[in-house]
């Protein structure tokens, strides 16, 4: 333990965004930047035990292989699309997402933030991503909102 750090593990990934940003070889694109934010921003509420369960439905507990599931909004989990069907008018905005989408969740969940820059995929892909952690990050109880994307992307370039 680090005298003055109380959690070094949210201290270590502080670090790991300081040092991913002052080591970006050149300044990344506005989709780069948000999805450097949305690996940190899941990493954050993962370390402070709000993220999402990637790997189970909500409602019949089920694991969720390579198949559709849906984002629901209000609590952020994921529900499966047998479940979904029972579940869709109290959940109408409910967003859904696609495999790859709910792979690269994970990957940016488990990997080290280095590892992100080094992803090629398509932009779609990582828009969902984008857009499924900020509806993670708006339903954190969490005092101030976060600034997102924009903020992330002029702190890099």
């Known amino acids: 333990q680090r005298p003055g750090i109380v ?3 949210l201290y270590d990934l502080l670090l790991d965004v300081l040092s991913v940003a002052e080591n ?3 300044e990344p ?3 780069r930047a948000r999805l450097l934010w949305s690996a940190a921003a899941l990493k954050l509420l993962d370390r402070i035990g709000l993220a999402p369960a990637l790997s189970h439905c909500v409602s019949c507990r089920e694991g969720i292989g390579e198949s559709d599931v849906w984002l629901l909004p209000l609590d952020v989990t994921i529900a499966c699309a047998d479940c979904y069907r029972n579940l869709r008018a109290a959940y109408p905005s409910a967003t859904s997402l696609a495999p790859a989408t709910l792979a690269l969740m994970r990957f940016l969940r488990r990997e080290p933030l ?3 820059l080094l992803l ?3 932009t779609d892909v990582f828009a969902a991503v984008s857009h499924a952690v900020f509806m993670a990050l708006r339903q954190a109880p969490l005092t101030k909102e976060p600034h997102g994307s924009e903020t992330i992307f002029a702190l890099l370039s």
């Open 114 to 116: 280095g590892r992100v």
């Open 120 to 122: 090629t995929g398509l």
């Open 7 to 9: 959690d070094p593990g």
């Open 29 to 31: 694109s506005a989709e």
């Open 24 to 26: 970006l070889p050149h």
